[in-house]
């Protein structure tokens, strides 16, 4: 299974949907397949423009890594050295904190992952959940 355009633009607007419930700072998602590759992207209005590169560091360590940014996060602060070099094999493009969030399918492979960006990490992961949960997809912060 493969994320299509058309769930990637669900997941991003039932995202941004769950942040205005939770009245959210503007937020930014972004959607990549299991190669990491950008299937979509939405900046809200009044989103910083340096956005993108946050929610693209938080969904791609995710995919690229397996590992969720809650988990990240955690061997970030228990093995910071771990993530450093991570980080260096990649390009500094990895952002360990919660708010990248590894999409599922039905069998528990991942087939990509979302990154969302503008209030807390927390939050952020929140908004990342709704999002692939309203595209009938599973996901694991």
């Known amino acids: 299974m493969v994320i299509s355009l058309r769930k990637a633009r ?4 039932k995202s941004l949907d769950k942040g205005r419930e939770m009245e959210l700072k503007p937020l930014s998602v972004v959607v990549l397949d299991a190669g990491g590759h950008v299937i979509a ?3 809200e209005d009044g989103a910083a423009p ?15 890594l ?6 990240q996060m955690q061997r970030a602060e ?3 050295y771990f993530m450093a070099a991570v980080n260096g094999v990649y390009g500094g ?13 039905k069998k528990g492979a991942v087939i990509g992952a979302v990154g969302v960006t503008g209030d807390t990490s ?7 959940l709704a999002g692939i949960q309203g595209a009938g997809l599973s996901g694991e912060i």
């Open 41 to 43: 992207f939405e900046r």
């Open 66 to 71: 397996g590992m969720a940014g809650t988990a």
């Open 10 to 13: 669900t997941i991003i607007r």
């Open 93 to 105: 493009q990895v952002v360990p904190v919660p708010g990248g969030v590894l999409v599922r399918d």
């Open 78 to 80: 228990a093995q910071g």
């Open 122 to 128: 927390d939050n952020d992961a929140a908004a990342a």
């Open 50 to 64: 340096g956005r993108f590169a946050i929610a693209h560091g938080k969904a791609y360590g995710s995919v690229m």
